[in-house]
């Protein structure tokens, strides 16, 4: 595996991106589609660009170091691409890589991170038992701590952390309605189902598309909440906020662009048929097949 480096401080920052320039939004693998399509339906008139970093997914049990340089080397892919704003559409990276960036590239690139939408949950829950389902690294973060610290510990709410390392792999290869998939839901939730959750807090972004397979095996017994619809409601107030909002109306663009590291574009594309709706137009190439910025 090639060595990672940190992106080194810009000595010649790119100019101020136009409105008509796209959206850049970064996972380790195609999880943050789930985000990028909330973004695409509330903001029709906006091109994103999509960076997948299949070469090193899953990122959940690499190092915080490693999520880190991960992380600042695909924002940085997205930043010379031009892209106007970009969204970590990943809990895992999110939870420790967002004050660095922002301190990084500063107001000329807005960075909009993901939270698992723990707030909900505890407004919303009866049985005063929420669970999060997420990485082992999201777990290790300051962010997921904070909000349990600010909201969940207040209102008297406990919280039950369930992670595995078994469901992205799932998910990027197309096979979350899998027998296998079934069989580890159960496995990890049933617990937290015995123990009185009624809400079950999606906290990464693979996760949405879990969602079938969850009502599957355990139908209406956890309500499910994800961080897709704010995510898609902030980037719109700080691209109105910046004057950045995208005002030209076109039926002909191609709402999607996917550009992934590991060279696996051929065998995604089947997925992502799979993953994203039919009226949204994509595209999917291998990030060796361009010239890079």
Not at 48 to 55: F, K, Q, S
Not at 269 to 282: I, S
Request: glycine share 6%; with cysteine.
């Amino acid at each position: 595996m090639t060595a990672i480096q940190p992106i080194p401080f810009l000595l010649n920052p790119m100019p101020h991106a136009s409105s008509d320039a796209p959206i850049g939004v970064f996972d380790s693998g195609v999880g943050g589609l789930s985000i990028a399509q909330e973004i695409a339906q509330h903001l029709p008139n906006e091109r994103i660009l999509y960076y997948a970093d299949t070469a090193h997914v899953p990122y959940g049990a690499r190092s915080d170091q490693e999520i880190r340089q991960l992380t600042a080397q695909a924002i940085e892919w997205l930043y010379r691409q031009g892209c106007k704003i970009a969204v970590v559409a990943c809990n895992t990276a999110s939870a420790f890589s967002l004050d660095y960036l922002r301190e990084h590239y500063g107001e000329r690139f807005p960075i909009v991170g993901l939270v698992p939408a723990l707030k909900p949950a505890v407004i919303q829950t009866q049985s005063k038992v929420v669970a999060v389902l997420a990485t082992p690294a999201t777990f290790r973060g300051q962010l997921i701590k904070d909000v349990v610290m600010k909201f969940a510990e207040p209102a008297g709410v406990k919280v039950l952390a369930v992670t595995s390392l078994e469901l992205v792999p799932f998910v990027e290869s197309g096979q979350q309605m899998s027998q296998g998939c079934l069989s580890v839901l159960e496995e990890i939730l049933q617990p937290v189902v015995t123990q009185g959750a009624d809400f079950l807090v999606l906290g990464c972004t693979h996760y949405p598309f879990l969602k079938h397979a969850i009502r599957q095996v355990f139908g209406e017994k956890l309500r499910l909440i994800d961080s897709g619809q704010a995510v898609a409601r902030q980037t719109a107030y700080i691209l109105i906020k910046n004057r950045l909002l995208c005002d030209k109306i076109s039926h002909n663009i191609t709402r999607i662009e996917c550009y992934v590291s590991g060279n696996n574009a051929i065998e995604l594309t089947l997925v992502l048929k799979h993953l994203l709706p039919e009226q949204l137009t994509w595209t999917i190439r291998n990030l060796d097949d361009i010239t890079l910025k």
